[in-house]
């Protein structure tokens, strides 16, 4: 990469000799650094608050972040960087490490008594014991080391253009994302053919043009306990199947997208019931459940095949243009049936290949359907997925507030174009927050954008806001989604956030600022941007003056008037406030 500060990283073992060896570990990098002057940033979290950006000096001794759950994980993102003390979002030394990988990974920073460092990276070596006989080998995957003397952003933008460029691919990497509507919050499995039709009618009205199905279509499936891995359409609720669904939608003028979730099973389905050792976990003894489903063996390949054929009848007959690929649960019971001892110690990384070996196939087979990774929220949100999914579900919290800080913790690393956002219904469902209906957007504006509610439940009003949302972001997705970002505000630490995405000839830009709670008898606030020309005049949506991109990057843009209270002040008040701002150069 002559053109960017990016160095990467993998090792390959080859067994050479007349005697079979065992890899015990096998890391992809190993960094030394002379002395232990850094502060290590990591992206943690859980459920529904994925990807929070934590911060600590380094110390001496081992101080490590991992997951053993069989995926990426929500606790923590395969990723770490080291900055200097007084490196910020703009200045400052910043080293910044990801590894391309979906499974167990084990990032470490090490301080030895004579304060030099050494950081490696790779898979995880807790369960992993990969026997190589003579001629073998082992590839580890590839870890991608970023340097940057501009602080952290410049790390971030170094980051999102090599994933968006050069990591992801297929035909929909360079293009703009079409604007979708979910029905999950809106019906979850209670659904007919009828209602969904409705939903979508509403949709093609106000100028979405994507319809997902999610959960539900398929073999008996009314709740969560049953028909995993029976991917056939439930005629009950759709009579005339996916295929006939899929036409009436694709005849309002929209394409249509459908859930799946190819690597688990429910014991009630008839998968289980004809191969139950395809399931991890060994078959004389109790497995543990997680949401009533249990993991599919993806380390054996006739496994993989099934369900590849499986969804390779509905992809091809049923028009399907855009596919939400899901994953519920860890790994608990590590065992392929089967297999002898030996086996076991490459099941882990085995059930990894097999999901790209999966997704290898389909997206080769469907090189037009655009795939979204999710995996219950944000737990495998990771470049090995952006590999073959270009987009990601960021969280299953769509809360407006939350949303701004995962995204904002997200961004570190992954591009805007790798979001998934959506504008979901009130109370939240996760947080019952009531956030209004202009800062969902703003918030979900900064990814790849679409609903997750019932439209016909919006009041005239809503409806209209919906309409001009839409008519937005097909304006300037395109900005939005392969433009520069930079991070403005952080929400970590006080009570509003702002950032700003930036067209590559410094001509356009759009920032977006969040403000959580309502303040009271403040002074003046500004907002200073960044990524603009300082010589170019812009014009700010809003304002009633014109200014030089020096002074919006120095003075700022003033917020308030120091007044409060919707009698005393023109400019927007109360709690979980947005704003967004279009600058754009003039002639």
Not at 104 to 114: G, P
Not at 248 to 260: A, H, P, S
Not at 563 to 579: E, H, M, N, W
Request: glycine share 10%; hydrophobic share 35%; with cysteine.
């Amino acid at each position: 990469y002559e053109n960017m500060p990016v160095l990467t990283r993998s090792a390959r073992f080859i067994c050479r000799g007349p005697e079979p060896v065992c890899l015990e570990r096998a890391m992809s990098l190993s960094l030394d650094l002379p002395d232990p002057r850094y502060q290590m940033v990591d992206l943690t979290g859980a459920w529904c608050r994925e990807r929070y950006v934590d911060c600590h000096g380094l110390h001496r001794g081992v101080q490590s972040i991992h997951s053993m759950r069989g995926h990426s994980s929500h606790q923590f993102n395969p990723f770490i960087c080291l900055k200097r003390p007084d490196a910020g979002e703009d200045s400052g030394e910043v080293i910044g490490i990801s590894l391309v990988y979906s499974g167990n990974f084990l990032a470490q920073a090490e301080v030895d008594t004579m304060d030099t460092v050494r950081v490696t990276m790779g898979i995880h070596p807790e369960g992993f014991d990969w026997p190589l006989c003579p001629g073998e080998e082992f590839q580890t995957p590839e870890a991608v080391m970023v340097y940057s003397g501009d602080g952290l952003n410049g790390m971030s933008q170094a980051f999102h253009q090599l994933y968006r460029t050069r990591l992801a691919r297929g035909y929909w990497r360079d293009r703009e994302r079409p604007i979708l509507i979910n029905n999950w919050e809106a019906t979850y499995m209670d659904f007919d053919e009828e209602k969904i039709l409705s939903i979508a009618d509403k949709a093609r009205e106000l100028g979405i043009e994507l319809f997902v199905l999610d959960d539900g279509w398929f073999g008996k499936r009314d709740d969560d306990t049953t028909s995993l891995g029976d991917w056939y359409p439930n005629l009950r609720k759709l009579p005339d199947g996916i295929t006939g669904l899929a036409g009436k939608i694709r005849d309002m003028g929209m394409k249509f997208g459908l859930w799946f979730e190819p690597e688990m099973v429910s014991r009630d389905s008839c998968l289980y019931r004809a191969h139950p050792d395809w399931m991890l976990g060994s078959t004389d003894r109790p497995v543990c459940t997680g949401r009533h489903q249990y993991v599919l063996d993806f380390s054996k390949d006739q496994v993989v095949e099934y369900i590849g054929d499986r969804m390779e009848e509905i992809l091809g007959d049923g028009g399907v243009s855009y596919v939400k690929w899901d994953m519920n649960r860890s790994i608990s019971d590590l065992f392929s049936a089967g297999r002898d001892a030996r086996y076991q110690g490459t099941v882990y990384h085995r059930q990894i290949l097999g999901v790209y070996k999966l997704y290898e196939r389909l997206t080769r087979d469907f090189p037009h359907v655009l795939f979204e990774s999710c995996a219950s929220g944000g737990a495998r949100f990771d470049p090995g997925i952006l590999y073959y999914a270009p987009q990601g579900w960021v969280s299953d919290d769509t809360d407006g507030v939350e949303r701004v800080k995962i995204q904002y913790g997200t961004s570190l690393v992954y591009p805007v174009s790798s979001m998934g956002s959506h504008v979901s219904a009130i109370p939240n469902h996760q947080t019952q927050r009531n956030v209004p209906l202009a800062s969902r957007a703003a918030a979900a504006f900064f990814g790849t954008f679409g609903y997750e509610l019932d439209l016909n439940l919006l009041t005239e009003e809503e409806q209209y806001q919906v309409k001009e949302q839409i008519r937005f972001m097909k304006e300037h997705r395109k900005l939005i989604q392969q433009g520069r970002f930079y991070r403005l505000i952080s929400p970590f630490e006080g009570n509003e956030a702002a950032w700003i995405v930036v067209s590559e000839d410094e001509n356009k830009a759009i920032a977006a600022y969040f403000r959580f709670l309502q303040p009271v008898n403040t002074g003046f606030k500004r907002l200073v941007l960044k990524g603009l020309n300082p010589g170019t005049m812009y014009r700010v949506s809003g304002m009633d003056y014109t200014s030089y991109g020096d002074e919006l990057m120095s003075a700022g843009l003033i917020l308030s008037d120091g007044a409060s209270g919707v009698r005393t002040s023109p400019v927007p008040q109360g709690d979980y406030l947005s704003r967004l701002f279009l600058v754009e150069a003039q002639p």
